[in-house]
Structures are given as structure tokens and as C-alpha cells.
């Protein structure tokens, strides 16, 4: 099993991959390219497992050659599980490169970093729904104060690929409900 | 099941609105600042006063330490006691690894600093440790902060306008500030370019007009006074032949689309670690080739090699580019080390405007090969490419500066 | 009323309406899509790129792209 961290750049990825993992640390280069990434080793139940820091990515619809590069990563590792870091402070679009990666059938964890920017900013997140509706883990953390990333590991098996469809279906009945209280109230 | 980007969206839409509340939004001091700092009217002065503050924090540091210390350290200590202690004065070994020397009315003496020294354990050293080292380390200094703090990009947004009209947009100025340290991982930042054009355009650019640390240093050191003029030079050669190449390759330069993350806090861990990365990479690069380079170029003199290309392509020298024929030696040995080759120039009696064009000129040709090893991993036809270039360049600009200087009649 | 984007002036505020087709996935990892509240932060001269905000993330777009998003302007 190999991890991959992915998100935008400038969410926190590499600090989260330098709390998880140890000191077996290497950089390389992506082959054919001047492009870098870093890869680790880190413990998940006691398992020594693979851990990828992929280049930052708004989209699996690359730009440039960085963006290149990250896709082809996720694409050619087989037995792969995918952390999702977002900006909670700018949620919608990160969740726009997590439905991307969910949609290709790679299984999922997302880690909702900078929780404390969003808070600053009064956008509050209802974690718990969230990961009801996508079917996948949701770690609220703040990876510069160490905070979640425990849970972040302890939830990592349970990452799982999520039929779009279901996703679609579980909106619709939350928003169901949420009128049904609504018309209840009246 | 795939969807389309509006299909994502309408989802991501509908489970933003069951999960996520968006409060009112308060302005900051950082929204203020981070305004400021990307209009135009305050912000290009800022950038100005940014950039100048870099270049002041640069020569200072640096010329502390080298002058203030290093110098010290290697002529007063370091070359009288390898001169003494190192067996064989005069022949080949001791040549190589410690002194040259000179002669003076027809007697061998030693030399009296490391710059003229040219051994691999006094100047090698000296210039690896005493000049490029400070340089070095207070450069990716200053630049890990800036780019920690979140200002790059806002630079990158100033400078698109004038970096479009060279086929690149604003994000290339990342791969150039990068390269002012080393053009290895300048080459490798051009990655954040989409078309291979645009990296093409940027990677033959760096090699050849950006000058990196090693040679910042050592001309801030030996010939201070003119660096205005040689950067001023560089600078104009890197948009003129820019221009020139956006017009001359076929393919597209999109448009420029980039992310402008919020002012943050720089955390000092993140920093060491990126600075001590990179001083490392730059060492681990350079120390072998200063070291090496310096061996080759003392091994060539030796047999009289660089003094038979020397005298073979004097004319070109003195004829096309109108600098002194003694400059032939230095420029040819400037193949292998640039640094030293500056060095060896400026102990060269020549006029003010000489030597400018010879330092420009060591600049400009040839990258060196940590940066040619770098290059080859984008694909030979590139490189083959980026160097049929450089040839043309190093004729055509130097040329132009010597054309220039006739009209100035100064040349 | 509706304007390119690229006609906006400083700190105007709007609805994004449309952005044609062949832009529109480029600049959706981006956050930018119809529908969304937009304000013009700044833009450079000479042709130079756009600022804008959208749902609090600040995204600069070359004047091309600028010209192909429309704006319902309040």
C-alpha cells in the first residue's frame, strides 16, 4: 500500500508530511522531468507504509508541468490511498479536487487543515455530515499545531473508493430532511 | 462515473449548502496588505523598494563576511602556512594544489592572496568557502523568507506585463530570482511553466544571462564598482534575446493563471530546513566542480594549453568583442570555472569599459555543468537547442557591446 | 448590469454569469465558476492580468481570460 498527499499548494501538505512521517526522507526527481517530490516512510497501525508528498495540483486537469507530474503519480501507483488536504478556509474548491480524485475510484481520506483560518473567517464546517454525505473519512486538523493528524493516521484503513451516485443520493436526502424540519416548524 | 466541471460543481453546491455556513467576513490587516501589494500604484514601488532591499541585505552580508573575515582568514593564515608546510615549491603538485606563483623580474615568487594564487586548496577553497558560501546562504536567506511570507507570487502579478512580451508570463521570475543562487534549481523551477516553449525559453534565458551566486560574489568582490553596468547589460541582453526567441520558436504562451495565497506568517522551522536544503544541494554541486574545475584549469595551464587556445583565438577576442588579448587565457578557462576566470580578469590592466565586456562576457557563455546536467534531463534536442543559442548570443551580444562602446567611443 | 470581467473597475462586485466554454476548465480548480459572487481587486497596466476574489481565494487571470468571463455587476 503506498499514500499520496494531494491538494493545492499552499495547504499545508508538506507539513503534513513532515509530521508523519520519520527521517527516512528522500527527494528525487520525476523521471524524464525537472519536477521533485518528496517520499517517506511512516507507521499506520505498526505497518511501515509509503508516504508521497505529490506536487501541488488546483485540478487532474494539469496546467503545467508540475500539475503533469502529480497526475501521472496518482494515475500509475496501483494499491493507493489518497489524503485530500483542503483549506477548510476555501473548502469548495478543494472538495473540487477531492470529487475529481473520489470519481477516478481512488479511495479517500480528507484532512480539512487550517481549521483555525476558517474559523477566523466564521465559515464553520459541519465535519461530522460531511463525511455522511461523501461516504469517506473527514479529519478536521490543524497540521502547524500537530492537531488531528493522530486521528488523521487512526483513519486511513478505513478510506474507501465512494460511487459518485451515492454521494449525489445522500444530498438529496439531507436536503430532504432539512425541508421536512423546515415545513415540520411551520 | 466522471462528471463534467459543471456537474462537480452543482454537486460540491449542494453539499457546501448542507455542511459548511459562511459567516460575515471581517477585512484584515493582511487583506489590507496584501492589497497594497499587488495594485499597481503602491505596489510596484514596493516591489522596487523589495527588490533593492534584497540587493542591499545581499552585498552587505555578504561583503562582511568575505571581506571581514574570510579574506583574512586565507591570505593572512590559510596561503602563507600551505605555502610554507606543502612540499615541493615549484613543481607540478605543489602548482596545482597550492600556488602558481608568479614571476617578478625573472624570479619565481609566491603569490599573495588566494585569487591569484589559483590552487585547488587555497583559491578553490577560498572561493567554494570564503566568497560563495556567505553569498550563498544569505541569498536563499532572504528568498526562503519571501517566499514564505507569500510575496512571490504578487511579484509574479507585477511583473507579468513586461515577462509577456518575452513569450513567458509572471511566474517565471521564480526560476530567474532562484537562479541569482544557482541555475541548477532555477532550471528545475521551471516546471511551474506550462508549454515546453515557455521552459525552452526560460531554461536558455537562465543559462545564459543570469548570473549565479558564485559569480555574484566573486564580482562584488574583486570588481564592485561595475556591477552596475555588467547586471544593467545582463539584464537588457535577457529581454532583447527573449524578445528575440518568442518570435523565432513556434508554439504558445498561455496566459498567465495563478493562485495568490494569503500574507502568513513564515514558521523559522520550515525555513532552516529549506535553507539548509538548499545550501546543501548547492554545495554538494559546487564544491566538486570549484574543486575539480580549479584542478582541470591549472592542469590546462600547465601544459600550455589554454595559452595555445589563447593565442589561437586572441583575435576573435580583440577584434569582435574589443577586449585586451590577455583576457584570452581567462575567457578560455572560464569554460570550467567561471568564479576564478572573473578573478584571474580582474587583476588584468585593461579599461573600465574592457572590463565590463570581458566580465559580461564570461557571464553569458557557456552555463556551467551543474546546469548542463540539469538541462539534459528536459531532452537533448533542448539542450542541443538552448546551446546553438548561446553560440549566437555570445557572438551577436558581444558584438553589440563592443558596437556600443565604438559609439560611445569608449572602446 | 453585465460586463466582461476585464472591463470592471477596482472593487466592483458581482455574479459571474458566463465564461465560455473552452475556459471554463481551466479556471474551475480555481474555485471560478457561474454563479459565484466575484470582486475585481485590482488590475495591472498595459494589458496586464486581473485580480479577482472569489469565495475569499485571490486568483490573478491574464487579460485573454479576463475577456472571457461575464459579470452581472451590482
Known amino acids: 500500500m503506498k499514500i499520496l498527499l494531494m491538494g493545492h499548494p499552499n495547504v499545508g501538505k508538506s507539513v503534513f508530511f513532515n509530521r508523519l512521517t520519520g527521517a527516512n526522507v528522500t527527494e528525487s526527481n520525476y523521471p524524464g522531468t525537472t519536477v521533485d517530490y518528496t517520499k517517506g516512510w511512516m507507521k499506520i497501525e505498526g505497518e511501515d507504509v509509503e508516504l508521497i508528498d505529490v506536487p501541488g495540483t488546483f485540478s487532474l486537469d494539469p496546467k503545467d508541468r508540475a500539475e503533469e507530474v502529480a497526475v501521472a503519480m496518482l494515475h500509475e501507483s496501483k494499491d493507493v490511498r489518497v489524503i485530500s488536504v483542503i483549506d477548510a478556509s476555501k473548502i469548495e474548491r478543494g472538495l473540487y479536487l477531492a470529487m475529481e480524485i473520489l470519481e477516478e475510484g481512488y479511495p479517500l481520506v480528507i484532512a480539512l487543515n487550517m481549521r483555525d483560518v476558517a474559523e477566523d473567517k466564521n465559515i464553520v464546517i459541519d465535519a461530522g455530515k460531511l463525511e455522511w454525505i461523501l461516504g469517506v473519512p473527514v479529519v478536521s486538523t490543524v497540521a502547524i499545531a500537530g492537531e488531528g493528524i493522530k486521528e488523521l493516521v487512526s483513519r486511513i484503513r478505513e478510506a474507501k473508493p465512494v460511487d459518485v451516485a451515492d454521494i449525489t443520493a445522500n444530498t438529496a436526502s439531507t436536503a430532504d430532511a432539512a425541508a421536512g424540519t423546515a415545513g415540520g416548524e411551520v | ?411 | 448590469m453585465e460586463k466582461e470581467l476585464a472591463m470592471m473597475d477596482y472593487d466592483e462586485q458581482g455574479t459571474i454569469t458566463e465564461i465560455e466554454k473552452d475556459l471554463r476548465t481551466r479556471v474551475a480548480g480555481m474555485g471560478i465558476r457561474v454563479g459565484k459572487k466575484l470582486r475585481m481587486v485590482t488590475k495591472q497596466p498595459i494589458k496586464g492580468p486581473v485580480d479577482v476574489i472569489v469565495d475569499g481565494a485571490e486568483t490573478s487571470l491574464g487579460l485573454d481570460m479576463a475577456e472571457k468571463i461575464t459579470v452581472d455587476v451590482v
Open chain 2, 1 to 411: 462515473m466522471k462528471l463534467s466541471p459543471e456537474e462537480r460543481w452543482d454537486l460540491i453546491d449542494r453539499i457546501s449548502r448542507e455542511t459548511v455556513s459562511f459567516g460575515a467576513y471581517r477585512h484584515t490587516l493582511k487583506d489590507a496588505i496584501g492589497e497594497l501589494t499587488i495594485k499597481p500604484m503602491t505596489g510596484i514601488p514596493i516591489a522596487i523598494a523589495v527588490m533593492y532591499g534584497f540587493w542591499s541585505v545581499f552585498g552587505s552580508f555578504a561583503g562582511f563576511f568575505t571581506d571581514g573575515f574570510f579574506v583574512r582568514l586565507f591570505d593572512a593564515y590559510w596561503l602563507p602556512w600551505l605555502q610554507e608546510v606543502f612540499p615541493g615549491q615549484g613543481r607540478f603538485l605543489y602548482t596545482i594544489m597550492v600556488d602558481a606563483g608568479g614571476i617578478d623580474s625573472g624570479e619565481f615568487v609566491l603569490s599573495s592572496n588566494c585569487l591569484e594564487s589559483f590552487g585547488v586548496l587555497t583559491s578553490g577553497l577560498f572561493v567554494a568557502i570564503g566568497i560563495v558560501l556567505p553569498a550563498i546562504l544569505i541569498f536563499y536567506l532572504t528568498l526562503a523568507l519571501l517566499e514564505d511570507i507569500g510575496y512571490m507570487p504578487r511579484l509574479a502579478v507585477l511583473i507579468d506585463t513586461m515577462l509577456h512580451k518575452i513569450g513567458l508570463h509572471g511566474y517565471a521570475i521564480v526560476p530567474t530570482i532562484l537562479s541569482l543562487g544557482c541555475n541548477v534549481p532555477g532550471v528545475a523551477a521551471t516546471r511551474i511553466l506550462e508549454t515546453k516553449k515557455q521552459r525552452f525559453i526560460m531554461m536558455t534565458l537562465l543559462a545564459i544571462f543570469i548570473p549565479c551566486g558564485a559569480q555574484i560574489g566573486i564580482m562584488q568582490d574583486v570588481v564592485p564598482d561595475l556591477m552596475g553596468w555588467i547586471l544593467l547589460y545582463l539584464i537588457i541582453g535577457y529581454f532583447i534575446f527573449g524578445y528575440i526567441l518568442n518570435k523565432v520558436i513556434p508554439g504558445m504562451a498561455p496566459e498567465f493563471l495563478i493562485d495568490v495565497p494569503p500574507y502568513r506568517r513564515p514558521m523559522l522551522s520550515n525555513i532552516g530546513k529549506k535553507v539548509f536544503g538548499r545550501v546543501k544541494g548547492f554545495f554538494v554541486v559546487a564544491i566538486p566542480f570549484v574543486m575539480l574545475g580549479c584542478a582541470i584549469v591549472g592542469v590546462l595551464y600547465q601544459f600550455g594549453v589554454i595559452r595555445f587556445l589563447g593565442d589561437l583565438l586572441a583575435p576573435i577576442f580583440v577584434g569582435w568583442f574589443g577586449v585586451p588579448a590577455e583576457t584570452a587565457g581567462p575567457l578560455i578557462a572560464a569554460f570550467l570555472r567561471k568564479d576564478l576566470a572573473v578573478a584571474q580578469l580582474s587583476v588584468i590592466e585593461m579599461t573600465k569599459y574592457q572590463m565590463i565586456t570581458s566580465v559580461v562576457l564570461v557571464s553569458i557563455y557557456f552555463p556551467c555543468v551543474a546546469t548542463f546536467a540539469m538541462m539534459l534531463k528536459e531532452g537533448w534536442k533542448e539542450l542541443i537547442g538552448a546551446l546553438a543559442v548561446l553560440a549566437v548570443t555570445v557572438f551577436a551580444y558581444g558584438g553589440l557591446i563592443h558596437l556600443i562602446g565604438i559609439l560611445l567611443g569608449v572602446a
